[in-house]
């Protein structure tokens, strides 16, 4: 398979992990407005690979669809069989007009054990291929281009649900039992931008998937005992720009039906409002969503322009599923060569109406990450190593993760990062937030010093944090996160992220701590606040308020940008220092 099958049925899986990177490219970004540059990547980045190979971030995208592997579980490790007898098995394939396909339209297929997620790869050769296995029974799939008018990559997806192996064995897959999948959405006012048919192959031990593009035209064979996946995105036109989406997820559980016609009712669907500030410029708005499934082993995104921000966009979106978001931000040219990305995974329980908010300033450290699907710890403890990889420029929404200083990143985040042993330095990383650092045998008092400087054309916001916190970690054997804190705000802000000079203020705060960690026991909090950029710094009266804390401003008349540091303290004994230059913009 070669950079040509760009666009076309994909199968996902470990096994096949270098065949997807040569098919799709690296990078994250957002589909430009000319329609004929969407099947082109922008802004490309090298894949992402975090610290020290445990913590793996590989995003694989083309044109509007990103493709991020979702973290196996590891209650689902692989289960090998014994070594024994081997048969052979003949797979032959006809295309939907009943006569053996071009190689060329049918090259491979894929043999899995749905119950330990082992697979084999086998080729076709005049329609014909086989591969030795195992006793046992096995799912069986292929999928073969067949071409409409209009539509050369029109694609079918022949799958044989269970096939018992016991002596040499042959199967036949005929596209002639495929039905064309369809789906309909009683608004008449948008338009199908991109779909994606998933169907998983095994769910246990390393998991395996079908992807197949919608918009392409596709065909299925009916199966019993295999779930099918349709998402879909709709947009003004079609044509994946526009200040409202619909991101639907239809399943049909254990079963490809005979009939694949899926029916999408609005009213069965969230609406989510979703505002954006400017960041204190007008800035271009693109979002990624896509559905995060446990039976999947990838999570596929569908991008598209949302608009320019301030504004608002609205998500029309099945209830009940965990959506994997991104939203990247850059400057008012829309050109996304210097963009921005923040993460989050969300999950409406029912239908009905929502509100959310991204980017709203200031932007301070985040204490985990998402990766696939997962929201991780951002510093752990892995015996007598700890893995740094936090974002230090996060809004104020708990489970938004803002961008990093990594070495894949794009240059936006510059600082380093520094581990002290009681007092003394034992390690220094030259990204700001980012590292692995060598713990020395037994436990000790640790200090954890960062610090960031901020520079992106389309924000005069968040253009330093500083940040240092101390804890005690020892060597438990297993992985453990240190239980730091991080103090995040909520500056209630206009839509151009500024509040009034010359006037009181009133700034919410809350002490998060990581992922699994519990509520933060915190001690004390001390905030001060500068008006010069750092330079000089005053208390701001601070006091508890519900489950945070309130922080009580009187604004200059004269000042421009206000500057938070903040300081907590929890029972243990652990504490956090941390200070956002140019937190938020002042008015007059």
Known sequence: MDTSTRGLPILFGSAVAVVVAVVVASGVGAPPSDPAARSTPVANRTPRQAVGGTMEETALRDGPRMIEPRPASPSRAPRRRAAGPLHRLTVSVLDRAGEAPADGDAESFGVFDPSTGEQVHGTFTGGSGQVEVPPGTYRVGTWIRTREPGRPDAAALVIRPSVTVAGDTGVLLDARTTRKVEVSLDDPGPKMFLGDVLVPMTTRGERHAYRLPLENGLYISPAVGVSLHVFTTWTPGGTGEGRYQYSVLTTSKGRIPDEPVFRVHRSDLAAVRTGYPAPGRAACVSTWTGPDLPDLPVIVSHGLLAGTA??????????????????????????????????????????????????????????????????????????????????????????????????WEDGHITGSTTLKLDGRPIGTSQDAGFGTFTLPGGGGRYRLETTAERNVPWSPLGTRTDAAWTFTSANTGTEAAPPLMAVRYDAGLDGHSRALAGAAHRVGAKVQTPPGAGAPRVKRLRVRVSYDDGRTWRDAATRPAGDGWAIDLRHPADAEYVSLSATAVDAAGGTVEQSTIRAYALRR
């Open 310 to 407: 301030p504004g608002e966009h609205t998500v029309h979106t099945t209830p009940g599923v965990r959506w994997s978001d991104d939203l990247l931000m850059d400057g008012d040219d829309c050109a996304f060569q210097n963009l921005e990305a923040t993460q989050s995974g969300e999950r409406y329980p029912s239908a009905g109406e929502y509100t959310r908010r991204w980017n709203t300033a200031p932007l301070t450290p985040a204490l985990a990450y998402w990766n696939g699907g997962d929201l991780t710890p951002a510093v752990v403890r892995r015996q007598d190593q700890l893995d740094v990889n936090m974002s230090l420029f996060s809004d104020g929404v708990p489970n938004h993760v803002g961008p990093r200083d990594a070495p």
